[in-house]
């Protein structure tokens, strides 16, 4: 059974840097195909995708928070860590990690499981 | 990027009546070396994380209700729940996973009528 869960602080202040941990059971962060990515959802708006790594280490980035963003992955603790930078009101959010699997026998890279996500607030 | 848009906002359907979601994408989305389109749509009820409803466009996710389909090809998709129930409620995303940043649209609410 695949589980992921978000943690990090529920209030940052403005300029800040933001450091969430998603913490995952069920799968390995090693197994070719595999990856953990990043999405977060304003309150009451659409979804936005931010970052991925891979299974290879090969990590990806929403161009528009490129300079923000850094994604890495503990396999021995089945953990992986973004960090955003700078953090501004607007950021506020919901944040969620979840897997994917980019084998084309799976969904290819979809999202098949999600985590609860983290509301995290942005004020000062 | 990739520019996923949706079609409505938002729709009202009387239960046990047809509800059709409309998703455009910017560019193509079919990868033709394997002929799969790179494409899923998610529900998400209040206070819920999305679940995976279809993928590679019109694959039914494991558990999911046989009245969810999805179709097209290209640039062109459509999520159909052929007989509307009250647990439906909730907003609909379509998502492209053809190249990164993986886009999403910006979402349909389904309500009762």
């Known amino acids: 059974q695949i589980t992921l869960k978000e943690s990090g602080p529920t209030l940052v202040k403005p300029t800040q840097t933001l450091t969430l941990t998603c913490t995952f059971s069920g799968f390995s962060l090693s197994t070719s195909g595999v990856g953990v990515v990043w999405i977060r959802q304003p309150p009451g708006k659409a979804l936005e995708w931010l970052t991925l790594i891979y299974w290879d280490d090969d990590k990806r980035y929403s161009p528009s928070l490129k300079t923000r963003l850094t994604i890495t992955k503990d396999t021995s603790k089945n953990q992986v860590v973004v960090t955003m930078t700078n953090m501004d009101p607007v950021d506020t959010a919901t944040y969620y990690c979840?897997?994917?699997?980019?084998?084309?026998?799976?969904?290819?890279?979809?999202?098949?499981?999600w985590g609860q996500g983290t509301l995290v607030t942005v004020s000062s | 990027d990739i520019v996923m848009t949706q079609s409505p906002d938002s729709l009202a359907v009387s239960l046990g009546e047809r509800a059709t979601i409309n998703c455009k994408s910017s560019q193509s989305v079919l990868y033709r070396s394997n002929n799969k389109n790179y494409l899923g749509w998610y529900q998400q009820r209040p206070g819920q994380p999305p679940k995976l409803l279809i993928y590679w466009a019109s694959t039914r996710e494991s558990g999911v209700p046989d009245r969810f389909s999805g179709s097209g090809s290209g640039t062109d998709f459509t999520l159909t729940i052929s007989s509307l129930q009250a647990e439906d409620v909730a907003v609909y995303y379509c998502q492209q996973y053809y190249t990164t940043p993986h886009t999403f649209g910006q979402g349909t609410k389904l309500e009762i009528k």
């Open positions: 979840a897997y994917t699997n980019l084998k084309t026998d799976k969904t290819g890279g979809a999202i098949d499981y």
